[in-house]
Nanobody
Framework: QVQLVESGGGLVQAGGSLRLSCAAS????????LAWFRQTPGTDRVKIAA????????WFLGSVKDRFVISRDNAKNMVYLQMNSLKPEDTATYYC???????????????WGRGIQVTVSS
């Protein structure tokens, strides 16, 4: 089973950048598709970026497509989300997630991190 721990969140001004990191422990990390989700109070968790097991395929939510980059390092069991040109509406709790490709594509995950807060001030 994979366990996930996010880091790198915090407070940033609009227009700034943050890089979220997610450290994975457990077996078979390189076999899992990975994703980042985010959630604001009172709303559903939304998938914003995903990457296939070998990193060859990536997907982004339209509103972040030109600003965020997802990457993974299978040698280090890490996944990253580089967030650029941040906007106040990007404020949310961000979750690292892992799962079978079909699960991730379907907007869900088999394993979740605890989440990390990102706040973008105007």
């Amino acid at each position: 089973q994979v366990q996930l721990v996010e880091s790198g969140g915090g407070l940033v001004q609009a227009g700034g950048s943050l890089r979220l990191s997610c450290a994975a422990s457990g077996r078979n990390f390189r076999d899992w598709a990975l994703a980042w989700f985010r959630q604001t109070p009172g709303t559903d968790r939304v998938k914003i970026a995903a990457i296939s097991a070998n990193g060859g395929r990536k997907w982004f939510l339209g509103s972040v497509k030109d600003r965020f980059v997802i990457s993974r390092d299978n040698a280090k069991n890490m996944v990253y989300l580089q967030m650029n040109s941040l906007k106040p509406e990007d404020t949310a709790t961000y979750y690292c997630a892992a799962g079978r490709l079909s699960t991730i594509v379907g907007g869900n995950a088999d394993v979740w991190g605890r989440g990390i807060q990102v706040t973008v001030s105007s």
